[in-house]
């Protein structure tokens, strides 16, 4: 069974920032990794999948790397509403989300 | 625009059997490529796959709730159902009914609906 680990659990950053978010696996895991916002009382929000593809009108800002075990989804300039959690998802047999990241205004 | 909109009862009764529907509009589950699934998140907590399906009725589940989770679809009516038995306070949740892309389109959930409510509690 594959584990995705996101560190850290809560992000505090002011908006300008550059947020770095990651996602690590239990073993080495396919590209078919993707990423999700949440923002509070809504559904989560496909940004990024088969590891680095943005989904349609997520704005450039977003962008996701990685291979292997290790993945990062990286925001190069937090606007106001970037603050929100964030999940890691793998597909395999079955769908497997990370445990999320907070990012919070500091 | 795809729409997916949840419905059934909020509150279930412990011990009984949890029932959802998602009607989908928008797009025919028939004629699509995508699969139709399950994803909840407990209050305050993190995000659990449940299951889903295809519209040849194959179907694909967690693991950790195989045994009391079943999923359906009804492509004459545009819409596809879970059931979860056997519930206890553990399994009080949003339930979403979400749309996944084809591991050939690069995988990922790209349509959730708003979201239904259910508590165990008797």
């Known amino acids: 069974e594959i584990v995705l680990t996101q560190s850290p659990a809560t992000l505090s950053l002011s908006p300008g920032d550059r947020a770095t978010l990651s996602c690590r696996a239990s073993?080495?895991?396919?590209?078919?990794l993707a990423w999700y916002q949440q923002r509070p009382g809504q559904a989560p929000r496909l940004l990024i999948y088969h590891t680095s593809t943005r989904a349609t009108g997520i704005p450039a800002r977003f962008s996701g790397s990685g291979s292997g075990t290790d993945f990062t989804l990286t925001i190069s300039s937090l606007e106001p509403e970037d603050f929100a959690v964030y999940y890691c998802q793998h597909r395999s047999d079955w769908v497997t989300f990370g445990g999320g990241t907070r990012v919070d205004i500091k | 625009q795809l729409q997916l909109q949840e419905s059934g009862p909020g509150l279930v009764k412990p011990s009984e059997t949890l029932s959802l529907r998602c009607k989908v509009s928008g797009d025919s589950i028939y004629r699509s490529s995508y699969y139709w699934g399950w994803v909840r998140q407990p209050p305050g907590k993190g995000l659990e796959w449940i299951a889903n399906i295809y519209y040849t009725g194959s179907a694909d589940y967690n693991p950790s709730l195989k045994s009391r989770v079943s999923v359906s679809i009804d492509t004459s009516e545009n819409q596809f159902s879970m059931r979860l038995s056997s519930v206890t306070a553990a399994d009080t949740a949003v339930y979403f009914c979400?749309?996944?892309?084809?591991?050939?389109?690069?995988?990922?959930?790209?349509?959730w609906g708003q979201g239904s409510l259910v508590t165990v509690s008797s």
């Open positions: 073993q080495s895991l396919s590209s078919y």
């Open positions: 979400v749309r996944e892309r084809p591991l050939y389109y690069g995988s990922g959930i790209d349509y």
